[in-house]
């Protein structure tokens, strides 16, 4: 059955619940439906044709609302499938169906596991118009590295999948108060203008009280105006900035943009894609130019995780810090610095990559929280 997103409750999930309240509120929501049980019988599939029809010619976004996703402590980030783009019923439906298996794929299952919940089929489907925006992203109304009030904003021009993805660095802003500082990305033409900050950094506030916590806002501006894609909790609290012990913390190696705090030592670990899977073990760091929902397996096992490029809120950063593992992202040649064996400190609060001291095979005094 099709269910328009305006009336979507907690039976149709929390995303399309959130999107339906968001709208009544007042929030520029695209407009779409909820197909609550896509893998039941194909009877939405005869009503498919006139509902997009209803919905306006073009693009269509297809995303899960499964049971388990968007939750106070699991967030299910990337886990997934989405698709952007689809502009037939014949694809929508083959989409649908897509992505509501994907609740039982093998990086569904991984993260499942390592965060205590069950894997399940994603059941709840939306369809929505899709947005064609100038510039999209993501926010937090709460800092999740620093655990401060502050908004972060990352946007990078098109859609927002490869911020959400970490397929770019992206800009990033922190917006404390009414005040605006560019966070150390920042370029000398700036994708979103400090008057654009400000009233995206108001939207989140305004998410965060209606919803009586902090929240993780996908968003996009199409035209001067700002839709709301997604809010769910933000499903970490940051931690206090900690230093590496001085009789641990060798020299210096590289640093890029503190994404998951704490500490934790281990191998390095460089990893070029899904053939190089067998060779990474538990306890090892990661470190790859970036990651995909794929890779989760391996977040599950790695003591911390390093990337070349990518955002602070991108899936692979928001992942990490459920795992409780140090992350550090956006550290350019990471993969030909960090030489495959060698054991390193990951200072994920900080940013910061340091060889261990010679002759010590242990964890740093302050380590994450599964190391």
């Known amino acids: 059955m ?22 009544r509120e007042g929030f520029r929501v695209p407009a779409g439906f909820v197909i609550d049980d896509a893998l039941g019988d194909d009877s939405w599939v005869g009503e498919l044709e006139t509902a997009l029809r209803g919905l306006g010619s073009g693009a269509f976004a297809v995303r899960s609302s499964a049971l388990v996703e968007d939750g106070v402590r699991a967030s299910f980030a990337g886990q997934l499938d989405t698709s952007l783009g689809a502009t037939t019923a014949v694809r929508v439906a083959e989409e649908v169906r897509r992505i509501a298996a994907s609740g039982t794929s093998s990086r569904t299952v991984a993260y499942a596991a390592r965060t205590g919940r069950s894997p399940r089929p994603v059941e709840p489907v939306i369809v929505q118009a899709l947005v064609r925006p100038q510039v999209a992203g993501v926010l937090f109304t709460r800092n999740p590295v620093t655990g401060t009030g502050q908004v972060v904003i990352e946007a990078h021009p098109g859609l927002g999948e490869p911020v ?4 770019v660095t992206p800009q990033r ?32 506030r305004r998410i965060e009280a209606s919803f009586g916590c902090p929240q993780d806002v996908e968003w996009a501006i199409a035209h001067g105006t700002v839709w709301v894609l997604q809010a769910r909790p933000v499903t970490t609290s940051g931690a206090e900035p900690v230093a590496p012990s001085p009789n641990i913390a060798g020299a210096a190696l590289l ?25 990474f073990r538990g306890g090892d760091v990661l470190v790859c130019r970036t990651t995909s929902p794929a890779w989760t397996p391996l977040l599950a096992r790695a003591a911390a995780v390093v990337t070349e490029i990518g955002g602070v809120l991108a899936h692979a950063a928001i992942v990490a810090r459920e795992f409780g593992i140090p992350a550090v992202t956006a550290a350019a040649d990471a993969t030909a610095v960090l030489a495959d064996g060698v054991r390193v400190i990951v200072d994920g609060t900080n940013g910061t990559v340091t060889t261990e001291r010679s002759g010590h095979s242990g964890h740093p005094e302050h380590t994450a929280e599964n190391t």
């Not at 929390?14 to 709208?23: E, H």
């Not at 959400?164 to 397929?167: A, D, L, N, R, T």
């Not at 917006?175 to 995206?200: E, F, K």
């Not at 640093?255 to 899977?277: C, K, Q, S, Y």
């Open 164 to 167: 959400v993805g970490g397929s």
């Open 173 to 204: 802003w922190i917006v404390d108060g009414h005040r605006v500082a560019p966070a150390s990305n920042a370029v000398a033409q700036p994708v979103l203008t400090v008057t654009q900050v400000l009233a995206l950094a108001e939207t989140g």
């Open 255 to 279: 640093a890029g943009t503190p994404a998951g705090p704490g500490i934790a030592a281990g191998p390095v670990r460089v990893i070029g894609g899904l053939d190089d899977f067998a060779r």
């Open 2 to 23: 099709l269910v328009p997103l305006s009336r979507a409750d907690e039976r149709s999930g929390a995303k399309a619940a959130t999107l339906a309240r968001l709208a």
